[in-house]
């Protein structure tokens, strides 16, 4: 008789033995096609905070800087929740099929730790075990959750090395990237995903880590929270990406990336930024400029990344340096990657400008979504 197969194995297993979770192979078709994103669609509040099932991957990412109460020293922290349509599965009947694969992660970056403090899940979308509801925001992976609450967002993470459970209330209206959601990420049209931010989310709740020793401890500060949707995220010749979410002081938001290639020259670019009580400005990928200006490379991994940049839209400069250098996460239990993921100020001549997280993939391999 077969040994009991894992939850991780089962996985691997039904995304047709993918290395990756999110990359099943190119020869697989799926049971009924993927939608496809095109520009003009508007985006409605709350519909589209919830899931978009018929698209291939979907993601809810909120990045933010706490501090302890009575404490000054600053703490970043990450919470993630994606959704994999697999390549098939959908069409089966049984209730064990894979139609959706959720996966979590968590993540805080503490400077006297000195390296990231990470946690991940996956399963299923099945049994309410884990799942994601249209409609309206909640994406639960056992007892883990983000959802909408009348206030604005409850974000739960329990765990033994790590617990997160936070209110985030919005203070301003949501940023819609690109054009009007629509956010090109390559050349060719069909690389595209919807894409909204809601920057500047005021953060109160209840932090706990250290293992055996941990008590929990009263914590607010500031969060950036990013949905997104697509079926053909990656043009093909993309390796990866960088990007960064900023809360700016004063209020504003600034939101860039850019997409590489395999050389290390970037593919594509696009930016946003909206000063507090000012429109929105948006810039195209020839105004986009992504220079690094520091590397820092993982004694675990042996992967090189920029952890310092020089980011310019047009006329404007911002200077990124990282709370601390290693904040790498690996996440190959859940998605096969390793990737940089981390809290970073901003700044310009010296002078402060703001807080956010910076992220970048496909330095340890090629990303493939």
């Known amino acids: 008789m077969n040994a009991p197969m894992s939850r991780r194995g089962f996985l691997h297993t039904a995304l047709c033995g993918g290395v990756v979770v999110f990359a099943p192979p190119r020869a697989a078709v799926a049971d009924t096609p993927y939608a496809m994103v095109v520009p ?31 404490d000054s020293a600053a703490l970043g922290f990450q919470i993630t929740f994606f959704r994999v349509r697999p390549a098939r599965g959908s069409a089966n009947p049984s209730a064990f099929a894979p139609r959706q694969i959720l996966v979590a992660h968590a993540a805080l970056s503490d400077p006297a730790r000195g390296s990231l403090l990470h946690s ?7 049994f309410d075990l884990a799942g994601a509801r249209e409609g309206a925001l909640k994406v639960w992976l056992d007892d883990w959750l983000l959802q ?12 033994a090395a790590l617990s997160l459970d936070l209110a985030l209330t919005p203070t301003q209206p949501p ?20 894409y909204y931010s809601l920057p500047q989310l005021a953060v109160r709740g209840e932090i706990a880590y250290g293992g055996h020793t941990q008590r929990r401890e009263a914590v607010r ?13 990656m043009d093909q010749r993309a390796v990866g990406w960088d990007w960064i979410g900023i809360n700016l002081d004063g209020g504003g938001a600034l939101m860039a990336f850019r997409m590489r290639d395999a050389a290390g020259a970037s593919l594509w ?40 940049w020089t980011v310019t839209l ?4 911002f200077d990124i340096e990282p709370l601390m250098d290693d904040q790498e996460n690996d996440t190959r239990q859940t998605t096969g990657a390793i990737y940089w993921e981390g809290a970073v100020r901003a700044s310009r001549g010296g002078a402060r400008l703001g807080h956010g997280y910076l ?5 340890w391999q090629r990303l493939r979504l």
């Open 40 to 70: 003009g669609r508007a985006i409605e509040f709350p519909r589209d905070e919830g899931s978009h099932p018929d698209f291939r991957t979907e993601w809810w990412y909120v990045t933010g800087w706490l501090e302890q109460l009575g």
């Open 120 to 126: 991940q899940r996956a399963a299923r979308s099945a």
């Open 148 to 159: 909408a609450e009348s206030a604005g967002y409850r974000a739960r993470i329990a765990g």
């Open 175 to 194: 940023l819609l990237q690109g054009d009007a959601g629509f956010s090109r990420k390559g050349p060719r049209a069909e690389s595209a995903s919807y």
């Open 221 to 233: 500060g500031t969060a950036w929270f990013d949905h997104e949707w697509s079926s053909s995220y």
């Open 269 to 308: 670019a696009g930016a946003s930024v909206r000063e507090f009580g000012q429109p929105q400005r948006s810039f195209g990928a020839d105004a986009v400029r992504f220079v690094p200006q520091r590397w820092w490379r993982s004694p675990r991994s042996g992967a090189t990344y920029a952890v310092a």
């Open 314 to 317: 047009g006329e404007l400069r």
């Open 359 to 363: 992220e970048l993939t496909g330095y």
